[in-house]
T-cell receptor, first 111, second 114 residues
């Protein structure tokens, strides 16, 4: 069956360090993969989209990689700040060519 | 710049009651979506509308109906609410299909069915 797995537990890191979040998927062959940020009580907010023919994409302190052989995407936040604390969701093409979301990784950046 | 607006923000229903969740977007987007979010399960697609006048079932459509009233508005109706429908509901929109373009989400409706 199709499955999207993100870091199963919450991730705590020290301010200034690089946070690395993982999104693994099985039985999907997505042409696109997206990352969203969600704050408590709010809707998800789009961060980055990466295509299958792109190995890496950057936006300011954010970097996403997409390895279709490993069926994995890594999401990095460099020089992390307490304001980066949130839940991060990966999403990719599921059935009927619609987005399917992972359950998210809760990141806490400690000052 | 409103984006995607959902009403209401909170709602408590008794089992068997009906209600409609409203959603409107002001970005002239073609596609609109309804998701539900439950703890540990991520966002699950209930229904979507690829364009005005069309609607399709998503992953968990049972117990729900939708109406794409016009290009701006996409409503979700619960005809006979059940406790299993207690969840946070998000409406979203995108310019075209959801895969190669970003989706914009509303702030959510927290629904409790007792």
């Amino acid at each position: 069956s199709q499955k999207i797995e993100q870091n199963s537990e919450a991730l705590n890191i020290q301010e200034g360090k690089t946070a690395t979040l993982t999104c693994n998927y099985t039985n999907y062959s997505p042409a696109y993969l997206q990352w969203y940020r969600q704050d408590p009580g709010r809707g998800p907010v789009f961060l980055l989209l990466i295509r299958e023919n792109e190995k890496e994409k950057r936006k300011e302190r954010l970097k996403v990689t997409f390895d279709t052989t490993l069926k994995q995407s890594l999401f990095h936040i460099t020089a992390s700040q307490p304001a980066d604390s949130a839940t991060y969701l990966c999403a990719l093409e599921g059935s009927a060519r619609q987005l399917t979301f992972g359950s998210g990784t809760q990141l806490t950046v400690l000052p | 710049n409103a984006g995607v607006t959902q009403t209401p923000k909170f709602q408590v229903l008794k089992t068997g009651q009906s209600m409609t969740l409203q959603c409107a977007q002001d970005m002239n987007h073609n596609s609109m979506y309804w998701y539900r979010q439950d703890p540990g399960m991520g966002l699950r697609l209930i229904y979507y509308s690829a364009s005005e006048g069309t609607t399709d079932k998503g992953e968990v459509p049972n117990g729900y109906n939708v109406s794409r009233l016009n290009k701006r508005e996409f409503s979700l109706r619960l005809e006979s609410a059940a406790p299993s429908q207690t969840s946070v509901y998000f409406c979203a929109s995108s310019k075209t299909g959801p895969l190669n373009t970003e989706a914009f989400f509303g702030q959510g409706t927290r629904l409790t069915v007792v």
